[in-house]
């Protein structure tokens, strides 16, 4: 088992390069969007605007930055779907 999924376990664990950009990513977003509500509704309910401070958003930047968040995310799904498959083999060779 350990050598079927040893080498591809090794490429699954995030570098600490990507960890960082992930953090940063999330980071801003939480500083523009604290409850992760004002991304998704143009006026609150009772009619301000939720992002004040943003006049301009850089519409490719932030698919870019969307897409490296969701990359992250499934590499970490993936693994974790790795990890469950193992413990199941071992699980069935007992």
Request: glycine share 8%; with cysteine.
């Amino acid at each position: 088992m350990e050598r079927k999924f040893g080498d591809l376990k090794r490429w699954l664990v995030p570098h600490p390069v990507m960890q960082q950009a992930f953090r940063c990513l999330l980071q801003e977003l939480t500083l523009q969007d604290p409850t992760g509500e004002a991304g998704r509704y143009e006026v609150d309910v009772r009619g301000n605007q939720t992002l004040p401070q943003l006049r301009i958003v850089d519409a490719a930047v932030f698919q870019a930055g969307i897409h490296k968040i969701s990359n992250y995310l499934r590499l970490i799904g993936f693994g974790i779907d790795l990890e469950l498959d193992g413990q199941r083999e071992m699980e069935d060779e007992i």
